[in-house]
């Protein structure tokens, strides 16, 4: 991307090392697969340009059409719970920026991301082209929820908060697969699913807060 960083990529570098160790390693992070992916995926490119000299600090940020991209800590959490392979085909619902995309392309074999908002699923593909994955498809889509022609996947990623856990995902899920999700609607909290025989299998994980999940 032509912005006014070209030529900062060793300083914005060094802002990620300080994040994995501070933000990441510090709070219990351990799988180094997950920390090296945090540290080459150059989060500032993901952000609007003024928000860029925030992008590897410890907490949310806007991106634009009442949407957020988490905190780095909680991108990383996800990312772990997952435990991708480099054989995995991932689904996830909310590419918004692109940034948690990236973290999964680096990780896992094929990325199937779906956005219901036009202009952010076309501002992650410009920046996911622009960084050379090969591995991710996206697709505009709200409903039905995920992307069933190419289910069942190994792993599921929704970035968004559902009231409930939904059915269609679970469907979309293949068996011993597993799925992170924030669920809730005054107070949520991440789910860890598994899918075993069928069934899901649940584990409650932090108490978080995610934009909600839109199904029209
Ligand atoms: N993972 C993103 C964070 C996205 S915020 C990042 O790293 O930047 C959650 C996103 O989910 C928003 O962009 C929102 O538009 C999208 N979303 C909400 N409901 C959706 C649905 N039913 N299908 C696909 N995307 C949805």
């Not at 994040?19 to 997950?34: F, H, N, P, S, W």
């Not at 190419?150 to 697969?177: C, M, R, S, W």
Request: avoid cysteine.
């Amino acid at each position: 991307m032509d912005t006014e960083f070209k030529g900062k990529e060793d300083f914005f570098r060094s802002l990620r090392e300080d994040m994995v160790e501070y933000q990441l390693e510090a709070r219990g992070i351990k799988d180094t697969a997950v920390l090296n992916a945090m540290r080459n995926v150059p989060r500032h490119i993901f952000l609007p340009e003024e928000l860029a000299l925030d992008a590897y600090a410890d907490y949310p940020l806007p991106l634009f059409a009442g949407q957020t991209i988490s905190q780095p800590y909680i991108v990383a959490y996800m990312t772990e719970k997952l435990t991708l392979s480099p054989d995995d085909k991932v689904l996830e619902i909310g590419t918004g920026s692109g940034y948690q995309t990236a973290i999964l392309a680096e990780l896992s074999a094929e990325v199937f991301s779906v956005e219901r908002i036009p202009k952010l699923s076309d501002w992650a593909k410009k920046r996911l082209d622009y960084l050379g994955y090969e591995n991710v498809h996206l697709l505009v889509r709200g409903s039905p929820l995920g992307w069933e022609e190419f289910a069942p996947y190994n792993k599921i990623i929704v970035t968004a908060a559902a009231e409930q856990l939904p059915e269609e995902l679970l469907h979309q899920l293949h068996d011993n697969g597993k799925m992170i999700i924030p669920i809730g609607k005054f107070s949520q909290y991440l789910y860890l699913v598994e899918k075993i025989d069928g069934k899901p299998s649940t584990r409650r994980l932090l108490p978080v807060a995610f934009v909600p999940l839109i199904v029209d």
